[in-house]
């Protein structure tokens, strides 16, 4: 069982900027994908980036240019750098992580395949 816990999520104007972080209590597998999922009342869960063991990464075409997925292989810690900020960006942010595993499900953001989430970090934006 992997533990995630996010932070960083806060409320900011539209145009600024947020810094998630997600601290995994391991990586079980040298082959996996981790990411960033966002959650508005209402709609489904949807994928926002992701990142596999191969450094590919992966971004929905809404926030491509803005946001930036990395991780510090050192401290487990996975990150979203989050610029210029619009209010279609708020919502509950989770880290989800699928170990074990290298396939399409990373790049198309298939949140049932994730196995392992955190308890989200909210992010608002007020324009």
């Known amino acids: 069982q992997v533990h995630l816990v996010e932070s960083g999520g806060d409320s900011v104007q539209a145009g600024g900027s947020l810094r998630l972080a997600c601290a995994a209590s391991r990586y079980p597998y040298s082959v996996y994908c981790v990411g960033w999922f966002r959650q508005v009342p209402g709609e489904e869960r949807e994928g926002v980036a992701t990142?596999?063991?191969?450094?590919?990464?992966y971004y929905r075409d809404s926030v491509k240019g803005r946001f930036t997925i990395s991780r510090d292989r050192e401290k487990n810690i996975l990150y979203l750098e989050m610029n210029t900020l619009k209010p279609e960006d708020a919502g509950m942010y989770y880290c989800?992580?699928?170990?074990?595993?290298?396939?399409?499900?990373?790049?198309?953001?298939?949140?049932?395949?994730?196995?392992?989430w955190g308890q989200g970090t909210q992010g608002t934006v007020s324009s």
């Open positions: 990142l596999d063991d191969e450094g590919n990464t």
């Open positions: 989800a992580g699928r170990f074990g595993y290298l396939d399409r499900y990373c790049r198309e953001f298939v949140s049932s395949e994730f196995r392992s």
